[in-house]
T-cell receptor
Framework: DSGVTQTPKHLITATGQRVTLRCSPRSGDLSVYWYQQSLDQGLQFLIQYYNGEERAKGNILERFSAQQFPDLHSELNLSSLELGDSALYFC????????????FGPGTRLTVT | GENVEQHPSTLSVQEGDSAVIKCTYSDSASNYFPWYKQELGKGPQLIIDIRSNVGEKKDQRIAVTLNKTAKHFSLHITETQPEDSAVYFCAASTSGSNYGGSQGNLIFGKGTKLSVKP
């Protein structure tokens, strides 16, 4: 157990809908990262927050957004969902802002039908 | 930007044999190289990492080597056991990069599915 928690574990929704994925980092970690894992693209970095502020952006679509709250938990919002958004979404956390060990949560499996 | 290539994509070994997975990276500024193990239905688990000021690091049956000149790093697992069966990912990142952008975050290889046969 990495200490990173994610909810829900599974999510099934229809195209065009909006969902919110939640992540709680390890105690003491200030950084939260979101990754998408699909069979064809592998593990892709989406976005990072550090102590409540956006720190870095990767291959995140404009339909996706995230935020980190004062208690350091983070939410990833996915809107106007398409079939191609079906994937595993992982949250990871680390103590530092960059270059530190990242610990991954168990993931949320999103299925868009 | 950084690109990480990982080989082989699948690897099958007999229990007790050694397994080696190799990765190459493109950005000479990369200085942190972790390895993750992902079991079915679980998130990636950090198993070992190495920084660019070190050439080799060992942790029991696992070792990682880094060749900065050639820009490649490898994972070595000795005395493999069936519970080592999983998908292994290498990654690269830079630390201390400028604020913003995607530098400093992990760029992953495509993964190696390791099967250890009893």
């Amino acid at each position: 157990d990495s200490g990173v928690t994610q909810t829900p574990k599974h999510l099934i929704t229809a195209t065009g809908q909006r969902v919110t994925l939640r992540c709680s980092p390890r105690s003491g970690d200030l950084s939260v990262y979101w990754y998408q894992q699909s069979l064809d693209q592998g593990l892709q970095f989406l976005i990072q927050y550090y102590n409540g502020e956006e720190r870095a952006k990767g291959n995140i679509l404009e339909r996706f957004s995230a935020q980190q709250f004062p208690d350091l938990h983070s939410e990833l919002n996915l809107s106007s969902l398409e079939l191609g958004d079906s994937a595993l979404y992982f949250c990871a956390s680390s103590v530092v802002g960059q270059g530190g060990e990242q610990y991954f949560g168990p993931g949320t499996r999103l299925t868009v039908t | 930007g950084e690109n990480v290539e990982q080989h082989p994509s699948t690897l099958s070994v007999q229990e007790g044999d050694s397994a080696v997975i190799k990765c190459t990276y493109s950005d000479s500024a990369s200085n942190y190289f972790p390895w993750y193990k992902q079991e079915l239905g679980k998130g990636p688990q950090l198993i070992i990492d190495i920084r660019s000021n070190v050439g080799e690091k060992k942790d029991q049956r696992i070792a990682v080597t880094l060749n900065k000149t050639a820009k490649h790093f490898s994972l070595h697992i000795t005395e493999t056991q069936p519970e080592d069966s999983a998908v292994y990912f290498c990654a690269a990142s830079t630390s201390g990069s400028n604020y913003g952008g995607s530098q400093g975050n992990l760029i992953f290889g495509k993964g190696t599915k390791l099967s250890v046969k009893p």
